[in-house]
């Protein structure tokens, strides 16, 4: 009877941790350090502050939403559809963010990551940091270009013909002084997410349309921060109006298109030069 019981008793223990190991590896958050959280930052990962809204405004990462970690179970229905998605979590320090994880994983968020050190680590680090609580935010062409794949809405603010030459893929398009007076036409979006252009980091553009739109309603507004040249540097798709030779692609494929429309126009721009001049001989 023994070795019967004996034999029982592994069998139990064994059980137990299995139960125990599976429960660990099904709950478990991944921690990573400030230097790879900033990384899958730049590359788009979707990033949560759970600290205070007065914490927040003091400062914050670019582009980053906030959640406070006492009231990320009550509103968890922000992150519909981000169950199966990266998630990567800071607060101050790293210790409410480990709260906020186990609140995650507990509602069935299956990729859940932990910033260790939190915002305390990343300002140490020197990395980058945004004060006050914008009414619009900011995304890096790499955090763009991870929208642009959920299928966003895009809106270039850049002047007709820069926009004809070469734009984002499937983006749409208003000259941002005339937005004021088309926001009609952007009717029905006042709660999607609207990533907004120009043509670069020092064009003030993006930033006014933004502001236009936040100010009107608009209640997701992101301006991507290096602009058209950004997203062109980074190889992320564009295309050309079909006047200009339509083509999705690379920002490489985009060099060559535009050399092309460049000289199309100079071809137009040529005939009608020479035109009044080629009708008055024949007169």
């Not at 790499?142 to 013909?161: H, I, K, N, P």
């Not at 236009?212 to 062109?232: C, H, Q, R």
């Not at 494929?253 to 080629?278: E, F, H, K, Q």
């Amino acid at each position: 009877m023994r070795c019967e019981t004996m034999v029982w008793s592994a069998c139990a223990l064994l059980m137990m941790a299995g139960i125990v190991g599976f429960s660990s590896a099904a709950w478990a958050r991944t921690d990573v350090d400030v230097a790879e959280a900033r990384e899958m930052w730049q590359d788009g990962v979707f990033t949560l502050d759970v600290r205070t809204t007065g914490e927040y405004e003091t400062g914050h990462i670019p582009g980053v939403p906030y959640i406070d970690v006492n009231e990320l179970e009550s509103r968890l229905g922000e992150l519909a559809g981000r169950e199966s998605s990266d998630i990567l979590l800071h607060c101050k320090s790293g210790v409410r963010s480990v709260t906020a994880a186990g609140i995650l994983e507990a509602n069935g968020f299956t990729a859940v990551f932990n910033m260790l050190g939190g915002f305390d680590a990343w300002k140490a680090a020197g990395y980058e940091v945004e004060v006050g609580d914008p009414d619009y935010g900011t995304l890096t062409p790499q955090q763009a270009y991870a929208r642009w794949e959920e299928g966003v809405f895009f809106l270039d603010v850049r002047s007709t013909m820069s926009y004809l030459l070469g734009h984002v893929k499937d983006a749409d398009h208003i000259v941002g002084g005339e937005l004021a007076d088309r926001l009609d036409e952007l009717a029905g979006r006042e709660n999607d997410i609207i990533v907004v252009y120009c043509s670069g980091t020092s064009c003030g553009a993006g930033n006014a349309a933004a502001q236009i739109l936040a100010d009107n309603g608009f209640t997701a507004v992101y301006v991507m921060s290096e602009g058209f040249p950004g997203w062109v540097d980074a190889g992320y798709p564009v295309e050309a109006a079909w006047l200009f030779g339509c083509h999705g692609g690379t920002g490489a494929g985009r060099t060559g298109g535009a050399l092309g429309s460049v000289l199309l126009l100079a071809l137009v721009a040529g005939a009608l030069m020479w035109l009044p001049g080629w009708t008055r001989g024949m007169s």
